[in-house]
């Protein structure tokens, strides 16, 4: 090649490198290609066109650029390597160990490349050869942990049990105290059948060591796979009560127990590790967290409200922690504590549905419907998979807009309450009843009730609506029937209900009866003005 060509090459090939900078990669392969056909010998512009094609996953068109390259520069380094990587994309296996072979001649003390090479040959099930590439890293290098683990691989793959065994007791007597030896001969033996060698060894460990928490855990497993549950149990109390096991092994663990909910021991067993899982980790959200859904289910609800509290007292950043805790307080009617701890919830995470109906439910309890009509209307904007949410919010609006007398949009609630979900009983429940005070759309009201007690039997409220929309419907004796499976159920004498039953007495000429039930429903605590004129008027009045 003249000078004058020479030229036009390393120019070609400094713009290559130009477009392949501002990643004009077709460009940059075309100049590439150009100064490759001027100078088939020039090893830089095939292994830069090699590195293009690997870039488009093109690991076959890159190959024979690549052997070329090291063909023209056998000992350049980053050809050999950039040619492994090639055949090792292609699982071009077989052609590895040559490549592996000039590397480590090219730079012999670096041991990357003979456990590539070893590595190769355990993919191709050429376990010796593997065998001898790591006693020469032995030479180099000395004994390490990686070496004694990559030879405990092959050794079990080759069946060869007591020669892995025999390398760890090995390490075990040159190093008496490292208790990850113990532990690597310990899974050695148990996973191959061994069980009673791996307590042994495993228990030496815990006289040299009682501190070491994968001692614990292994010895649990061991047991547990003995059937000795009590001494499992009682070796992972020990792992768990060390603060440098990790705490999200230690959640692992505690969430393998649920399967086995609801068990008592499991849930007993859950809740004691998730206790001292606070002690060791007093510090972190996430030991509190767990323990409260322990406690939660064990029903500990005050204990567990205290252990959430705790856990965004440390960080407030799991939402699902808050969610739990405004749940309890709901459940517990603590209306104030839900509100407060349910905004301050949505002050860090305003964009979630489920809170903003649970602090909605709250104000409605509270009876401040306005209030709650924000939070419930927020929820059903924000969530649209979810079926269960929309019909419970929407329900809740049906319920806030009748309290606040604005019949057309809690008809309107109800309605889209039920389009999602046509067979929410309360729902049904509720709107029937709400039509029945307002003598309106009394066909449409006796059929969700009907609904609500076939979704719902033996639910004395729901049979009180029926009955009282039937003596809406002036069906007297169909009414009677129903209030008096109502009050049949009826738990908490309540005084609406006997209020009902007399008056639907009135209607069927047991006038006597009537007014006995009116005062049965004074008695227990209704004192409005018109129940007081039934009684002493002895007769039905509006």
Same mark, same amino acid.
């Given at each position: 090649?003249?000078?004058?060509?020479?030229?036009?090459?390393?120019?070609?090939?400094?713009?290559?490198?130009?477009?392949?900078?501002?990643?004009?990669?077709?460009?940059?392969?075309?100049?590439?290609?150009?100064?490759?056909?001027?100078?088939?010998?020039?090893?830089?512009?095939?292994?830069?066109?090699?590195?293009?094609?690997?870039?488009?996953?093109?690991?076959?068109?890159?190959?024979?650029?690549?052997?070329?390259?090291?063909?023209?520069?056998?000992?350049?380094?980053?050809?050999?390597?950039?040619?492994?990587?090639?055949?090792?994309?292609?699982?071009?296996?077989?052609?590895?160990?040559?490549?592996?072979?000039?590397?480590?001649?090219?730079?012999?003390?670096?041991?990357?490349?003979?456990?590539?090479?070893?590595?190769?040959? +355990?993919?191709?099930?050429?376990?010796?050869?593997?065998?001898?590439?790591?006693?020469?890293?032995?030479?180099?290098?000395?004994?390490?942990?990686?070496?004694?683990?990559?030879?405990?691989?092959?050794?079990?793959?080759?069946?060869?049990?007591?020669?892995?065994?025999?390398?760890?007791?090995?390490?075990?007597?040159?190093?008496?105290?490292?208790?990850?030896?113990?532990?690597?001969?310990?899974?050695?033996?148990?996973?191959?059948?061994?069980?009673?060698?791996?307590?042994?060894?495993? +228990?030496?460990?815990?006289?040299?060591?009682?501190?070491?928490?994968?001692?614990?855990?292994?010895?649990?497993?061991?047991?547990?796979?003995?059937?000795?549950?009590?001494?499992?149990?009682?070796?992972?109390?020990l792992a768990f009560a060390i603060p440098d096991i990790n705490i999200d092994q230690?959640?692992?663990?505690?969430?393998?127990?649920?399967?086995?909910?609801?068990?008592?021991?499991?849930?007993?067993?859950?809740?004691?590790?998730?206790?001292?899982?606070?002690?060791?980790?007093?510090?972190?959200?996430?030991?509190?967290?767990?323990? $409260?859904?322990?406690?939660?289910?064990?029903?500990?609800?005050?204990?567990?409200?205290?252990?959430?509290?705790?856990?965004?007292?440390?960080?407030?950043?799991?939402?699902?922690?808050?969610?739990?805790?405004?749940?309890?307080?709901?459940?517990?009617? #603590?209306?104030?504590?839900?509100?407060?701890?349910?905004?301050?919830?949505?002050?860090?995470?305003?964009?979630?549905?489920?809170?903003?109906?649970?602090?909605?439910v709250a104000w409605a309890q509270k009876k401040n419907f306005n209030k709650a009509?924000?939070?419930?209307?927020?929820?059903?904007?924000?969530?649209?998979?979810?079926?269960?949410?929309?019909?419970?919010?929407?329900?809740?609006?049906?319920?806030?807009?009748?309290?606040?007398?604005?019949?057309?949009?809690?008809?309107?609630?109800?309605?889209?309450?039920?389009?999602?979900?046509?067979?929410?009983?309360?729902?049904?429940?509720?709107?029937?009843?709400?039509?029945?005070?307002?003598?309106?759309?009394?066909?449409?009201?006796?059929?969700?009730?009907?609904?609500?007690?076939? +979704?719902?039997?033996?639910?004395?409220?729901?049979?009180?609506?029926?009955?009282?929309?039937?003596?809406?419907?002036?069906?007297?004796?169909?009414?009677k029937l129903w209030i008096e499976k109502a009050l049949a159920h009826d738990k #908490?004498?309540?005084?609406?209900?006997?209020?009902?039953?007399?008056?639907?007495?009135?209607?069927?000429?047991?006038?006597?009866?009537?007014?006995?039930?009116?005062?049965?429903?004074?008695?227990? $605590?209704?004192?409005?003005?018109?129940?007081?004129?039934?009684?002493?008027?002895?007769?039905?009045?509006?």
């Amino acid at each position: 090649m003249s000078s004058l060509d020479s030229m036009d090459v390393k120019q070609l090939f400094f713009s290559a490198l130009r477009e392949k900078t501002v990643e004009n990669l077709k460009h940059a392969s075309e100049l590439f290609e150009r100064v490759i056909q001027a100078d088939p010998l020039n090893d830089a512009s095939l292994y830069e066109l090699a590195n293009l094609k690997k870039i488009q996953n093109d690991y076959a068109g890159a190959q024979p650029l690549l052997e070329r390259a090291v063909a023209v520069k056998p000992n350049n380094e980053w050809y050999w390597a950039a040619l492994a990587d090639s055949y090792e994309k292609s699982n071009n296996i077989n052609k590895l160990e040559n490549v592996f072979n000039q590397l480590i001649r090219i730079n012999p003390n670096k041991t990357e490349y003979y456990y590539d090479k070893a590595n190769a040959y +355990l993919i191709l099930k050429r376990y010796d050869d593997a065998l001898k590439v790591y006693d020469e890293v032995e030479q180099i290098s000395g004994p390490t942990d990686d070496l004694l683990t990559n030879r405990q691989k092959i050794y079990l793959k080759q069946g060869k049990v007591d020669r892995a065994a025999a390398d760890i007791e090995k390490a075990i007597a040159a190093n008496p105290g490292q208790i990850r030896y113990y532990l690597l001969l310990s899974e050695i033996y148990n996973s191959n059948g061994l069980s009673d060698k791996a307590l042994a060894v495993l +228990l030496k460990a815990e006289k040299l060591d009682a501190s070491n928490g994968m001692v614990h855990l292994a010895l649990a497993d061991i047991y547990r796979d003995k059937k000795n549950n009590d001494a499992s149990f009682n070796e992972l109390t020990l792992a768990f009560a060390i603060p440098d096991i990790n705490i999200d092994q230690k959640i692992r663990i505690i969430a393998g127990y649920y399967p086995k909910f609801p068990e008592p021991n499991a849930k007993a067993s859950a809740l004691e590790l998730s206790r001292i899982l606070t002690i060791a980790h007093k510090n972190d959200s996430k030991a509190f967290a767990m323990y $409260g859904d322990m406690l939660l289910q064990n029903e500990k609800l005050k204990d567990g409200k205290a252990a959430y509290k705790k856990s965004i007292e440390l960080d407030g950043q799991a939402y699902a922690v808050h969610e739990q805790l405004v749940r309890i307080e709901l459940s517990q009617n #603590d209306l104030d504590g839900a509100i407060k701890d349910g905004e301050n919830a949505l002050s860090l995470f305003p964009n979630q549905a489920w809170m903003n109906y649970l602090v909605g439910v709250a104000w409605a309890q509270k009876k401040n419907f306005n209030k709650a009509l924000g939070y419930v209307k927020n929820a059903t904007s924000l969530e649209i998979q979810d079926k269960e949410l929309l019909s419970l919010s929407f329900s809740l609006l049906g319920d806030c807009y009748h309290d606040l007398k604005n019949n057309k949009s809690s008809d309107d609630a109800y309605d889209k309450a039920l389009a999602v979900n046509p067979d929410n009983a309360y729902t049904l429940n509720n709107y029937a009843y709400y039509l029945s005070l307002r003598n309106e759309g009394l066909d449409k009201a006796a059929q969700m009730s009907a609904r609500s007690n076939q +979704l719902q039997p033996n639910t004395a409220s729901f049979e009180d609506t029926y009955a009282w929309i039937l003596f809406m419907q002036k069906k007297y004796s169909d009414a009677k029937l129903w209030i008096e499976k109502a009050l049949a159920h009826d738990k #908490d004498n309540s005084a609406v209900k006997y209020e009902h039953y007399g008056d639907i007495l009135f209607y069927i000429g047991n006038t006597d009866g009537a007014v006995q039930n009116w005062k049965k429903a004074r008695g227990y $605590g209704e004192q409005s003005p018109v129940l007081e004129r039934k009684i002493n008027e002895k007769k039905y009045i509006e």
